[in-house]
């Protein structure tokens, strides 16, 4: 195949059916360098597993990237950050024992009558418009409101979160370092509100960890509570809109879950499976240099699992480029898997089960508003997203 860019991997072509991108890539690319990303890539379910839980691919790039490599400002920023995404064990279970307990099935249960709450305020408001923006005015404001609760982060500020966000995944310099400038920033001025004014919050909790001992300095607090603002609502969103998405082009699987919601449940994961709203895994690096399908990653190499690909590779999924909201055997990869597995995956499951559920119950003549082909997606290929849904109903 010819040289695979980062245009490539921006295209309306992947956009409008990556699982026939991916398709042909399985089976004659399986590993695949990116130019631009400067990144090799792994498509199938077996490399994707490989590559997420073999700890010769490190999350550390700390162990890669020397005083003298040149890096960009944000890139400089970006990696002085210590979350849980970007160090290897024991840095990586010290700081996620931290916030587990937050996050566990049983605790985000307690968690339903209020995500459920803000699900139907949230259709109150738009309910007599008969149309929306379904990420201005539903995908986003319903997981970051929830995350933001169990933070504690004043309502008044939830908005700036968006903006901030986009700046970041839209990948272009200049923005990125500003977007992230500005949210530590925020982060730093909210930490120094509660540690003078503490709630019954994460964020209170963590502070109280910093100030107690050695398990958390301020850049590691910092870095934790941007990465839990960040994957605590921008997956969801993804999830939401692009599974709406989907099941608006699949009318036969929308109105099968229209006259059954026991579906729901197996809807949810096989849209989790069908979009991978992370259609690139984060980032690994190479300790040490790798041969595998005859290619040879060097040690410092980025490497990236499509788990986009992965979740719908025929090997493991039969019929994997189908939407089948009916699908029992459904261990896809939307949430990673090993020890970096999504902390969050509790949360996401529930706001999206509790989200498509109120939708098609409510809206049950949910209809696009516009062409397909005219809907704006923001430039990351990593966590590529909707801007905006509008939707009638």
């Known amino acids: 195949m010819a040289e ?33 990303l400067d990144a090799w890539v792994l498509t199938s379910y077996e490399d994707a597993l490989f590559v997420l839980k073999d700890p010769r691919f490190t999350k550390d790039n700390r162990k890669i990237v020397q005083p003298e490599d040149e ?9 002085g950050m210590r979350t849980m995404l970007m160090v290897d064990p024991p840095d990586h279970t010290r700081l996620r024992a931290l916030v ?59 908005m700036l979160f968006r903006t901030w966000t986009q700046g970041i995944v839209n990948m272009q310099e200049e923005a990125q370092f500003a977007s992230l400038e500005a949210f530590l920033g925020y982060i730093q001025t909210l930490l120094e509100e509660k540690r003078t004014r503490p709630g019954n919050d994460l964020i209170s909790g963590l502070v109280q960890v910093e100030e ?35 099941l ?29 709203p992370v259609s690139l895994s984060d980032e690994r690096w190479a300790s040490e240099d790798i041969t595998l399908h005859g290619k040879l990653i060097r040690k410092g190499q980025m490497v990236l699992a499509a788990l986009i690909s992965a979740n719908a590779d025929p090997q493991q999924f039969p019929a994997g480029d ?6 029992r055997e459904n261990q896809h990869l939307a949430f990673g898997r090993g020890i970096h597995y999504c902390l969050g995956s509790p949360l996401a499951r529930m706001e999206g089960q509790i989200a498509f559920a109120t939708l098609l119950r409510r809206l049950p003549n ?14 990351n290929p990593m966590l590529p997203g909707l801007v905006s849904l509008p939707v009638t109903f």
């Open 100 to 158: 587990s307990k937050a996050f566990t099935p049983r605790m985000i249960e307690q968690l339903r009558p209020r995500i459920q709450q803000i699900t139907d305020e949230l259709l109150d408001a738009v309910q007599e418009q008969r149309a929306m923006d379904l990420v201005a005015d539903f995908a986003y404001p319903l997981p970051i409101t929830v995350i933001s609760e169990m933070l504690g982060i004043p309502k008044a500020d939830r």
């Open 71 to 79: 890096q960009s400002a944000f890139q400089g920023m970006a990696s």
């Open 248 to 276: 608006l082009q699949h009318p036969d699987q929308f109105q099968l879950l229209q006259r059954d919601p026991s579906l729901i449940p197996t809807a949810v994961e096989e849209l989790l499976r069908y979009t991978a």
């Open 212 to 246: 107690n001992g050695d398990q958390l300095d301020e850049n590691e607090l910092v870095s934790m509570i941007f990465l839990l603002i960040v994957a605590g609502h921008e997956t969801t969103v993804n999830l939401l809109s692009r599974g709406t998405l989907a």
């Open 322 to 327: 189908t939407l089948d909201i009916t699908r």
């Open 4 to 36: 695979i860019t980062m245009n490539d991997l921006l295209s309306q072509e992947i956009r409008r059916d990556p699982h026939r991108f991916y398709a042909q890539l399985r089976s004659t690319e399986p590993l695949f360098y990116v130019e631009g």
């Open 366 to 379: 949910l209809r696009l508003a516009s062409d397909p082909e005219q809907l704006r997606w923001n430039g």
